[in-house]
């Protein structure tokens, strides 16, 4: 590993070519740019999750995007002689789709952690891994961009990579 850091930031510019100009710059400078188009645009799972080794416990959050099926009663309604609108809710059933960002949060030993800390964060346009090893090595990459119109937006790139302490 050696020691480096590389940040960008670039405005009014489209995803191809804030991307480009990181790989350029990245190529430049001798790091490695691994993230492609196509998994930054739409990667596998929307998620993060992160975990610190606080006192020999490793203190852990997670958050990811759930589409779960619900049931409900169907509304309707009906206009009295006076012009009013009643709404009630009928016997029948129907079903409907609710996506939710859930948060968990929870406790484990540190015993078996494999760094001191570690996040990784995988959203559309949004992606960001940190390491933080026992030795005090670090390796840090954060990619994200942000529309601003339909074809153009704003971009920021970091990454650093630091030797044992």
């Not at 993230?35 to 006192?55: A, H, M, Q, W």
């Not at 079903?95 to 760094?115: S, V």
């Not at 601003?148 to 302490?165: I, L, S």
């Amino acid at each position: 590993m050696a020691n480096y850091s590389i940040e960008i930031e670039r405005n009014n510019v489209t995803l191809a070519q804030f991307l480009r100009y990181v790989r350029q710059q990245c190529e430049r400078k001798g790091i490695d740019f691994g993230i492609d188009r196509e998994s930054f645009e739409k990667p596998l799972s929307e998620s993060s999750y992160g975990y610190t080794v606080i006192n020999g416990e490793k203190k852990c959050h997670s958050a990811e995007y759930r589409t779960s099926t619900h049931l409900r009663r169907k509304l309707a309604s009906y206009e009295t002689q006076k012009g009013f609108v009643h709404y009630y809710y009928t016997d029948e059933l129907e079903e409907y789709q609710k996506t939710e960002l859930c948060h968990y949060d929870w406790t484990e030993p540190g015993a078996n952690a494999p760094c001191r800390a570690e996040t990784c964060k995988t959203f559309p346009y949004d992606y960001h891994t940190y390491i933080l090893n026992f030795d005090g090595s670090m390796y840090n990459e954060i990619c994200e961009f942000t529309f601003d119109d339909e074809k153009t937006g704003h971009g920021y790139y970091y990454q650093a990579n630091r030797d044992a302490e």
